[in-house]
T-cell receptor, first 112, second 110 residues
């Protein structure tokens, strides 16, 4: 069965360190997204990609970067982790223009 | 003003009753509307999508859309304890990306 997987599922890091969260999907979807979820804010879009070599900033992109070198993967990098980036991160993918998203299991990141 | 607004709840309903959830959005150009369910500690999953004005029914769920009023709602009939979750309203204002509301927490009491 097609799926979307995230790793690591849980990570604790220190302020200032670089962190990369992996996202791998086997749906063969062109569209991939990274959201963060915090209490009181719901899901907020960080970055998204509509295909290989395409990346776009979302509403909360400061301090984050992504790259898309193939269809299956969209890693999210925190260049210098800050405590404000403690959150649950969800990767999602979709096909076409329907807007129906398939989510990964989430990655809980704690920045101390 | 947030782009997608929901009452955070919790919305407490007795088992067997109807749960009514509301969502308003600000972008009049939005064309696609979705309801996602998220259990505690889990990822969101799509339960309903609606694209045109009116009602759309799927099992115990009914989505209602009124584009003139910029309003989307979700009705859960015969609510069960397993319906206890957070329900996220999502809107597709442009392109293929979704904007989510903050979610409404629903508690169904036996």
């Amino acid at each position: 069965d097609a799926e979307i997987t995230q790793s690591p599922r849980h990570k604790i890091t220190e302020t200032g360190r670089q962190v990369t969260l992996a996202c791998h999907q086997t749906w063969n979807h062109n569209n991939m997204f990274w959201y963060r979820q915090d209490l009181g804010h719901g899901l907020r879009l960080i970055h998204y990609s509509y295909g290989v070599q395409d990346t776009n900033k979302g509403e909360v992109s400061d301090g984050y970067s992504v790259s898309r070198s193939n269809t299956e993967d969209l890693p999210l990098t925190l260049e210098s982790a800050a405590s404000s980036q403690t959150s649950v991160y969800f990767c999602a993918s979709s096909a076409g223009t329907t807007g129906e998203l398939f989510f990964g299991e989430g990655s809980r990141l704690t920045v101390l | 003003q947030k782009e997608v607004e929901q009452n955070s709840g919790p919305l407490s309903v007795p088992e067997g009753a109807i749960a009514s959830l509301n969502c308003t959005y600000s972008d009049r150009g939005s064309q696609s509307f979705f309801w996602y369910r998220q259990y505690s500690g889990k990822s969101p999953e799509l339960i309903m999508s609606i694209y045109s004005n009116g009602d759309k029914e799927d099992g115990r769920f009914t989505a209602q859309l009124n584009k003139a009023s910029q309003y989307v709602s979700l009705l859960i009939r015969d609510s069960q304890p397993s319906d206890s979750a957070t329900y996220l309203c999502a809107v597709n204002p442009a392109g293929n990306k979704l904007t989510f509301g903050g979610g409404t927490r629903v508690l169904v009491k036996p």
